[in-house]
């Protein structure tokens, strides 16, 4: 009967193939029977364990027992003594136990009903299995082996030999470690590696490797079938260093176990500053903006010149600084807000986030223009700066203020980007005010206004003048006659060429301050530049007669 489950169904594999039946059948009790689909039945007899089930593609192993609805038995793989193996959802079993295996969980022992049209149909199968039979089978799923089409187009399919650790998987800037031996259908060894690393993104060996380490876990080990488009395609490989050739079109069996991996992350969205984790650190949290860190740092050139080494030496002290201040480069800064406790980690930082087009004399070498710097970072402690959910009303009110002055220190100073994170971050204390005090709530108000005014002037500095235009109309539905508020809403409009929206603020914030020397002047430019748009209205408009008129 072996050879009669090794042929595909009668009609073939169909749409429905692909669909999920297993919720009708996974909550069955022992000894309740349920429609599936199509009038296959499926009855409980032994639950399985945990919640798994096995999918198209897999390779399932069972113990069977088949029956007419008479109770003459047909066929049994007890009675042999050796399991049934076979691909899940591949035609390569009747229709029936396609469609009802995949609703049985590991160890589960159920009795499926299969109607003739799921089974052998009009034909049969002489001489045991008449014509339109109806069939029983007391199937007992004893494992399957996942195997997975990782490019759902058939070149790549991966059969886990041994699971991962963990749930993580490695992405495209990732270093893996790999171990791997390449043959040939006939068993010639085509490549080999007894450890090898490299970055998944740039590949190695054959492109399917790359699409394999990323579906996997660590210290995960996978036998891959790999189609020529994910191996050597038509032209193949010659042989070299002792490595068999690849003919052309040939499909390959590789043997793949991912080692391990160090984590490479982009810590700016333009790439331009790069960490690779050495060593894992400790838990979830971070050092945030304002935080005091405690780093063991060395520095290098591209050429390996060390320019700075601080915490290394005998009893020495930690290098400490505090985040978001200017204390050191802008990468490095970046970087550790990115790091766990006790992590180390390799950050490569380009110029723009580095010292620039200057020259930088530091501690043990002389940094030239435009140079990439190489940290290797070991993150030894650091205390977070209290963030407002820690606070009670009062803390947030005088957080609040605190931040403001900064802001305030780091606008005069030209720094507006600086300036404008401290006004939000100060606004971000006091941002929810439903608890406060009447009084705290007079004190928080004033401090939004304060805060949100000053930053659409770090905007305005910045020629952010969207941002800036959206701060003063919060901060004039606080107070709808500020008149900073409306003459910066007016430079913002005037910026955006929305001159109508300027007119008008410049226009309410004179009937409010008649004598504002600012607004006045603003005015006065707000005149001449809609001249100067009229005139070229004008212009425009007079050409486009003309060549009309032609």
Excluded at 157 to 183: C, H, M, N, Q
Excluded at 234 to 255: M, Q, Y
Aim: hydrophobic residues 35%; proline residues 4%.
């Amino acid at each position: 009967m072996d050879e009669d489950f090794e042929m595909p169904p009668v009609g073939g594999m169909n749409d429905d193939d692909d669909m999920d039946f297993g919720d009708a059948a996974s909550f069955l009790k022992v000894g309740e029977e349920k429609e599936i689909q199509q009038g296959l039945k499926k009855k409980l007899v032994k639950e399985g364990e945990g919640f798994e089930t096995p999918e198209n593609g897999d390779e399932v192993e069972v113990h069977y027992t088949g029956t007419l609805l008479d109770g003459t038995k047909f066929d049994s793989s007890r009675d042999r003594g050796t399991p049934f193996k076979f691909t899940l959802g591949q035609g390569q079993v009747i229709k029936g136990w396609d469609i009802g295996i995949k609703t049985m969980k590991k160890g589960e022992n159920a009795v499926f009903t299969i109607p003739a049209e799921l089974a052998y149909g009009e034909s049969g199968s002489p001489p045991t299995i008449p014509a339109n039979a109806t069939l029983q089978f007391d199937v007992e799923l004893l494992s399957w082996s996942s195997v997975k089409d990782i490019c759902k187009d058939g070149g790549v399919f991966k059969k886990i030999l041994s699971v991962g650790e963990k749930w993580e998987t490695p992405k495209d800037l990732d270093e893996v470690l790999v171990k791997y031996e390449a043959r040939l259908e006939d068993g010639t060894v085509v490549g080999k590696s007894d450890g090898v690393e490299f970055t998944v993104k740039d590949g190695h060996f054959c492109p399917a490797l790359t699409k394999a380490v990323k579906t996997m876990k660590k210290a995960e080990k996978v036998l891959l079938t790999v189609k020529p488009q994910y191996g050597f395609g038509e032209k193949g490989k010659p042989a070299s260093g002792g490595e068999g050739a690849v003919p052309p079109n040939a499909t390959l069996e590789i043997t793949l176990e991912l080692v391990s991996w160090k984590t490479v992350s982009e810590v700016t969205d333009d790439n331009k500053v790069i960490k690779k984790i050495l060593k894992e650190g400790e838990g979830y949290e971070r050092p945030n903006e304002g935080a005091v860190v405690k780093v063991k740092l060395i520095g290098k050139l591209q050429d390996g010149t060390v320019f700075l080494k601080k915490g290394h030496g005998e009893g020495e002290e930690p290098f400490e600084f505090k985040t978001d201040e200017e204390q050191v480069i802008d990468g490095l800064d970046r970087a550790v807000m990115k790091m766990k406790k006790g992590e180390v980690a390799l950050v490569t930082i380009e110029p723009e986030y580095a010292f620039g087009s200057t020259e930088s004399k530091q501690e043990l070498a002389v940094v030239p223009p435009n140079s990439t710097l190489y940290y290797e970072i070991d993150l030894v402690a650091f205390d977070k700066e209290k963030e407002s959910w820690d606070m009670n009303t009062e803390e947030k009110i005088e957080a609040a203020g605190k931040k403001k002055e900064e802001g305030n220190s780091k606008f005069k100073a030209g720094k507006y980007a600086l300036a404008s994170k401290r006004y939000e971050k100060a606004v971000k204390f006091i941002e929810y005010d439903t608890s406060f005090s009447e009084e705290e709530k007079k004190q928080s108000k004033a401090l939004k206004v304060a805060c949100n005014l000053n930053d659409a002037a770090c905007k305005l500095k910045l020629k952010e003048y969207k941002q800036a235009e959206k701060l003063c109309t919060k901060v004039l539905e606080l107070e709808s006659t500020n008149v900073k508020a409306l003459y910066r809403r007016a430079q913002a409009y005037m910026e955006l060429a929305d001159l109508d929206l300027a007119e008008f603020d410049v226009k309410k914030a004179l009937e409010i301050d008649p004598d504002n020397r600012e607004v006045k002047l603003e005015q006065r430019r707000l005149k001449e530049k809609m001249k100067e748009f009229n005139k070229k209205e004008a212009k425009f408009y007079g050409n486009m007669f003309a060549k009309l008129t032609k």
